[in-house]
């Protein structure tokens, strides 16, 4: 069985459009509760959202599902992705939900859901989900003395936000650093000013003032340019955006440069080889990481492996080769030492962490390889199967033997949006550029 519903990162799409309706949202809930309810202990889930509109629609629709199926639900409201997994855990919870379409814009919603670990379900863990759904959820309703209830946690935010501060290793402090973090309008926007300035950071917020509708709108790990005008309208000395659900982040130099996960990847990996904290001898990326991050990684001794887009493939290759550092240049980045999923705010101290003390400014630390010329496009299409035309397969051919051993060809669909991602890379930026056009080209009359 395919699945219909998830993709990358759980179920997204248009809010109240199939399938991020509430009608659905109930069913999910439904039909997850079934799969995770065993023995006769009370079971409860944990469930977060972003700053979305269409939350205060899909939040109650699924406290409803689990409800009626007779589990407990912990309200934990605006709180990031990796907050919930942590609080999944702590409170003992028999699976977590988060409510969020992460770095997308408003108009969209999504669903991730984490098992009693912390971790992102497996794709067979999400078939079975969708199969519960397809058999029809109505006749494991509990009887009416068996219902859940729906309590709030109020302090949520704080138990994340100690969490987070005991990252960061004891004894050094932030004092006499200026860091403006932009929080997207998010999920992140109480937590991430307050780590920061509890751990004596001079803090410039921005993206902190939610409305509904303005998440990622021209702002946050997506859309640099805000943060890079604020770290020179203010002579920062770093910018930290996060996404929507603070799962990933983007750094910006005093210049107003900004720092890929790449770039974060390498001096985590670097710093944690020298050491000794590295497990597993190297570090796990994605097909889209750059080249240069791999030479680099080899030049210390140390092997890059590449899972496939989204970081629950990143997580799970590290639990199977025990690896304890792992990433996206998108920026997220997993640290297993600390958290099970992607966490940008985590990952921003550990930077700043090694960053402290040093006389050298972060346009000098954070860039340790130069990378390859890399272009990605993303190319709208609507339905089909554009990828398998045979015009589409020739202009991919024809790409990968011009750039022959140079380089590199990525052609990918995305889980989360209707584009087709368009990657080459290599030495030369004018063949690279061309090779993209040429594949766009054949996508877009394949569409």
Not at 55 to 78: H, N, R
Not at 106 to 123: A, E, R, T
Not at 197 to 216: D, Q
Not at 407 to 422: D, K, M, Q
Request: charge should be negative; include cysteine; hydrophobic fraction near 40%.
């Amino acid at each position: 069985m395919t699945r219909k519903l998830f993709g990358t990162d759980g179920i997204r799409g248009t809010a109240n459009t199939e399938p991020m309706t509430a009608e659905t949202a109930l069913r999910v809930a439904m039909a997850t509760a079934c799969h995770f309810r065993n023995g006769s202990h009370r079971h409860s889930v944990v469930i977060g959202k972003d700053t979305r509109l269409s939350g205060y629609m899909l939040e109650p629709a699924m406290t409803a599902g689990f409800i009626a199926m007779g589990l407990d639900v912990t309200l934990v409201g605006p709180m990031p992705t990796p907050a919930v997994a942590m609080l999944t855990r702590s409170m003992r919870a028999d699976l977590g939900v988060m409510i969020s379409a992460s770095h997308n814009p408003f108009q969209d919603n999504g669903i991730k859901l984490f098992g009693p670990d912390g971790y992102k379900l497996s794709d067979d863990a999400e078939k079975i989900i969708e199969a519960n759904i397809a058999d029809g959820v109505e006749r494991h309703l509990v009887p009416p003395q068996r219902l859940g209830r729906a309590r709030r946690l109020e302090d949520a935010p704080g138990r994340y936000i100690e969490w987070v501060k005991n990252t960061f290793p004891r004894g050094l402090q932030l004092d006499g650093r200026k860091i403006v973090v932009d929080c997207a309008h998010g999920a992140a926007y109480r937590v991430a000013p307050t780590v920061l300035s509890e751990l004596g950071a001079e803090v410039i917020p921005i993206g902190v003032n939610p409305n509904g509708l303005n998440i990622n709108a021209e702002c946050g790990a997506t859309y640099p340019k805000t943060l890079q005008k604020a770290v020179l309208d203010h002579d920062a000395d770093l910018g930290i955006a996060l996404d929507g659900d603070g799962d990933r982040l983007l750094l910006v130099d005093e210049k107003g440069m900004p720092i890929d996960g790449d770039q974060v990847l390498a001096l985590i990996a670097q710093n944690w080889h020298a050491s000794g904290r590295l497990r597993g001898g190297g570090i796990v990326a994605t097909v889209m990481s750059n080249l240069g991050l791999e030479q680099y990684i080899e030049s210390l001794g140390l092997v890059l492996e590449r899972a496939q887009v989204g970081d629950r493939y990143v997580v799970e290759r590290m639990r199977c080769r025990n690896f304890n550092v792992g990433g996206e240049q998108s920026g997220h980045i997993v640290l297993s030492d600390y958290a099970t999923t992607g966490d940008g705010l985590i990952a921003a101290l550990q930077v700043l962490a090694m960053l402290s003390g040093r006389e050298h400014s972060a346009s000098r630390q954070l860039r340790l390889f130069e990378p390859l010329p890399q272009l990605l496009r993303n190319v709208r299409v609507n339905g089909g199967a554009p990828l398998d035309a045979a015009s589409v397969k020739s202009a991919v051919a024809a790409g990968e033997a011009r750039l022959g051993k140079r380089g590199r060809v990525l052609i990918r669909e995305s889980g989360t949006e209707p584009v087709v991602r368009v990657m080459a890379e290599g030495d030369d930026e004018v063949v690279i550029t061309q090779v993209v056009d040429d594949i766009s080209a054949a996508i877009e009359r394949a569409a």
